[in-house]
């Protein structure tokens, strides 16, 4: 079939793919009509490898999708042929300790889609478990189900967060799991939600699209101390730290309630060091994620509810046989690009 391939780092082609993968009763074959194209495809793209996965052999990128189911298998009582529907691209063993005990997002041997040696979605089908496919209601477009993938991580976050009723969030990093994650606290009840970048254009594109739920803050000319008070904030009870970056964690307890909570969603490069008695004298809970857990259908909800606007993130936008173009362009990204999607036209 035809697919989209990484054949090693730095090369992509467009190709027929010699894969074929049986049904199985618990299973459905879908077709992608959308997908999303994440940091992390773009990585193995240009590095060949995010840490411990490497690339070593032809990879199907793609992870973030949303497509039409062509056949479900005998048990399916959830889904039929023709549904539209978005899937979890992480597999779990569903007999391992941790998916027993609900927590299928940590089972060591989770197979996710386009990491090594995993083959990704970017074809033309795929066998997917009906328990990992979510249909999508009609009001929700094939690029929204695409976006489900990386807004699940965002209303992760603001669920382990706990969010109350009006408190009060900051959020550091301001690409795309930052924003869905200021995204995901504005809709969960914060009074305010703040966002710092060093970035101008990333700040640029919130103001622009969601300047009325969202605070930029842009960290090369303003300090978090000065925004937070001129919007009336003395201090903030939740801090997402979504950039990844080392310099993020300095004084980032300076701006939080005492007994308030940092959720960590960043993965830095390299071990981070902490100031454990700053976060011990205000009594700082430290939470984390990794990916996300029974979040499908939350995430889903909020979108055909209207309570979160998620379109606005798809900046760009090419077909199928555009896909080498679509990459080199996310691999140079301009900082006012977000999403870059592709309809893959199958
Ligand atoms: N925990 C998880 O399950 C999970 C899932 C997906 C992504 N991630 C991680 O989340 C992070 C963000 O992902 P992304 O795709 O949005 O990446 P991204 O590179 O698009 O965004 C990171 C942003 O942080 C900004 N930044 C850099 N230094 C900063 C600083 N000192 N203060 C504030 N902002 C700063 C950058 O300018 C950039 O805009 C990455 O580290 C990624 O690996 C984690
Ligand atoms: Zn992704």
């Not at 960290?219 to 101390?225: H, Q």
């Not at 555009?322 to 999607?341: C, D, H, R, V, W």
């Amino acid at each position: 079939m035809q697919a989209l391939v990484l054949e090693e780092k730095g090369k992509i082609s467009l190709r027929d793919f010699d894969i074929t993968e049986s049904l199985g009763p618990d299973d459905v074959r879908i077709k992608p009509v959308a997908v999303g194209i994440c940091g992390s495809d773009v990585h193995y793209y240009r590095e060949g490898n995010i840490g411990e996965f490497v690339v070593r052999e032809p990879m199907i990128l793609g992870h973030e999708a949303s497509g039409i189911v062509l056949e479900a298998g005998e048990n399916v009582k959830n889904l039929k042929p023709g549904d539209r529907v978005c899937m979890e691209p992480g597999i779990p063993n569903f007999k391992s300790k941790e998916t027993l005990q609900g927590m299928y997002n940590l089972d060591p041997d989770v197979q996710f889609w386009a990491t090594p040696p995993v083959q990704g979605c970017l074809r033309e089908s795929f066998v997917h478990p009906a328990g990992l496919t979510f249909k999508l209601p009609d009001n929700v477009s094939f690029h929204e189900g695409a976006l489900v993938e990386p807004l699940a991580i965002g209303v992760y976050a603001a669920k382990k967060a706990a969010i109350s009723t009006g408190d009060n969030a900051l959020v550091l990093g301001a690409g795309t799991i930052g924003i869905v994650t200021a995204l995901a606290a504005e809709a969960s009840g914060c009074a305010n939600v703040f966002i710092a970048d060093v970035k101008k254009e990333k700040l640029d594109f919130v103001k622009e699209h969601y300047g009325d739920k969202i605070t930029a803050i842009d960290l090369s000319s303003e300090t978090v101390t000065d925004t937070l008070k001129n919007a009336g904030v003395e201090q903030v009870e939740i801090v997402f730290e979504a950039s990844g970056s080392e310099k993020a964690f300095e004084g980032i307890t300076d701006c939080m309630t005492p007994q308030g909570t940092i959720v960590l969603i960043g993965m830095p490069n390299a071990p981070v060091p902490i100031d454990v008695v700053a976060v011990q004298v205000k009594e700082i809970e430290l939470k984390s994620i990794f990916r996300y857990v029974n979040i499908y259908p939350r995430v889903i909800g909020m979108i055909a509810s209207g309570k979160m606007n998620v379109l606005p993130l798809v900046t760009k936008v090419y077909d199928f046989n555009q896909s080498l173009e679509a990459f080199e362009y996310a691999a140079t990204l301009p900082g006012n690009e977000i999403k870059i999607m592709i309809d893959t036209g199958f």
